[in-house]
């Protein structure tokens, strides 16, 4: 079963900081997902890559097959980027995900 | 364009009651189709799949169970509630491949 880490758990900035957050996982997979959690609960997809770097907007998400890591950056953070943040893999039955116990990121104005 | 539809959105429920979740896609066919739960301080889970009409597949031993009576419909049901079945329950669905996941709203579950 691969096993996902995910840090910081919890990361508190200033609106305009750069973000980064890392995740890592134990088995070779097809492709990551980075997720995002509202506090309402919604979960919106933010990008699945299974090589080198997807950018959309101000979030940018890197992956290095070789070293199973993977990394969400937020450049120029903004209050509304304050969420849960969750990297996921492939591992489940019928490629069911299995999940990172998520980023805490709250960013002050 | 896909949409994903869960229902309830909130559901309170006493210790012992029954319990039916549903979802609902539209816009597409024959996808895999996934439940899974959040529960308080703890990150998600795949409960359980299904890759059609009356193939269902758990995870995890529970006090749930799934059934898939339509091909885009999904359906999360128990006997007799737990205090532990509380959590936030997702309802996803993808293609066989390349695999991105879609999710629905959720149902915020609390047994009381």
């Known amino acids: 079963k691969n096993e996902v880490e995910q840090s910081p758990q919890n990361l508190t900035a200033q609106e305009g900081e750069f973000i980064t957050i890392n995740c890592s996982y134990s088995v070779g997979i097809s492709a990551l997902h980075w997720l995002q959690q509202h506090p309402g609960g919604g979960i919106v997809s933010l990008f699945m890559?299974?090589?080198g770097k997807k950018k959309h907007g101000r979030l940018i998400a890197t992956i290095n097959i070789q070293e199973k890591h993977s990394s969400l950056h937020i450049t120029a953070s903004h209050p509304r980027d304050s969420a849960v943040y969750i990297c996921a893999v492939p591992g489940g039955g019928a490629d069911g995900l299995t999940f990172g116990k998520g980023t805490h990121l709250i960013i002050q104005p | 364009s896909q949409t994903i539809h869960q229902w309830p959105a909130t559901l309170v429920q006493p210790v012992g009651s029954p319990l039916s979740l549903e979802c609902t896609v539209e816009g597409t066919s024959n996808p895999n189709l996934y439940w899974y739960r959040q529960a308080a301080g703890r990150g998600l889970q795949l409960l359980f799949y299904s890759v059609g009409i009356g193939q269902i597949s758990s995870e995890v031993p529970q006090n749930l169970s799934a059934s898939r009576p339509q091909d885009r419909q999904f359906i999360l049901s128990s006997k007799k509630l737990l205090l532990s079945d509380s959590g936030f329950y997702l309802c996803?669905?993808?293609?066989?491949?390349?695999?991105?996941?879609?999710f629905g709203p959720g149902t915020r579950l609390t047994v009381t």
């Open positions: 890559l299974s090589s």
């Open positions: 996803a669905w993808s293609r066989v491949s390349p695999y991105e996941q879609y």
